[in-house]
Nanobody, 118 residues
Framework: QVQLVESGGGLVQAGGSLRLSCAASGRIFSVNAMGWYRRAPGQQRELVATITSGGTTNYVDSVKGRFTISRDNAKNTVYLQMNSLKPEDTAVYYC????????????WGQGTQVTVSS
């Protein structure tokens, strides 16, 4: 009934940019906090950026000044604009959202691969 689908990942050269999108669909009453996580090979998942329903954003130190999280509430969509990409940004990126629906709770997307070559 609720699904989050990421898109926009791919292969990019260091210094390049990508824009990730994550759209929530289904019988949704509202979407509250949203965020992006990533998991690099052999590492734990880490929080990259979050945005509250009020628009307050937070970023992990390693992406500050390079990544921008935003949202379109009308479309239940969260975006992650990634600029000045570095090889260490290579990971599977997952979106997450707290969704008010029949099954209210935290939902995850399936992930989208971002690969940054040097």
């Amino acid at each position: 009934q609720v699904q989050l689908v990421e898109s926009g990942g791919g292969l990019v050269q260091a210094g390049g940019s990508l824009r990730l999108s994550c759209a929530a669909s289904g019988r949704i009453f509202s979407v509250n906090a949203m965020g992006w996580y990533r998991r690099a090979p052999g590492q734990q998942r880490e929080l990259v950026a979050t945005i509250t329903s009020g628009g307050t954003t937070n970023y992990v130190d390693s992406v500050k000044g390079r990544f921008t999280i935003s949202r379109d509430n009308a479309k239940n969509t969260v975006y992650l604009q990634m600029n000045s990409l570095k090889p260490e940004d290579t990971a599977v990126y997952y979106c997450n959202a707290w969704v008010i629906a029949s099954g209210t709770g935290s939902y995850w997307g399936q992930g989208t691969q971002v690969t940054v070559s040097s």
